[in-house]
């Protein structure tokens, strides 16, 4: 695949998720309320602090070897099988600290908080693996659909009540 068409899809993937992001807020925050909107952007920041510890520098160490030529089936199975013990390392802490992030989130939200990293740094892991293989532009569907999923499934559980739960489950 040439540059030019790599660049375009890039583009035109960030373009589309950037629109979807705005839609999703949009929708979101007419039909969740403020108490729930914030318990909602709340979420999504201790997710997005728990994703610090359970990647470590992994995704772009990963990136970076498979760029290089090493062994890729070697290197990708080294980086999941660590990439899920950081994973477990911040589950049990979440898990073990559930009642306190419970009471942070105002919610009964510890486990689906386990299960939002659990999806986001497996599918972020994955994102890496494809652009270490020098596929980039395969990357910006993969990236898209990653968040058409979110808001599409974000947006009919709200739809159906749930509330902040229906929105926070990857991002």
Known sequence: MDIGLSTFKLFLSKTGR??????????????L????????????AVQGLLSIPADFGLRSALEKRLSEGEDPVRTLSSALALKLVLLTVVSLG????????????????????VLAVFLRELSLLYIH??????????TASIEFA????????????VSRGYGP???STDS
């Open 18 to 31: 950037a629109l979807l992001m705005f839609g999703g807020i949009i929708y979101f925050s007419r039909n």
């Open 165 to 167: 739960r229906a929105s």
């Open 129 to 138: 693996a494809v652009r270490g293989r020098l596929r980039v532009g395969r």
């Open 33 to 44: 309320g403020q108490t729930q909107l914030g318990i909602f952007f709340l979420f999504f």
């Open 94 to 113: 979440v898990l073990a600290f559930r009642g306190r992030i419970n009471d942070y989130l105002c919610g009964d939200l510890a486990v689906l908080l």
């Open 146 to 157: 990653r968040r058409l999923t979110w808001v599409g499934l974000g947006s009919f559980f």
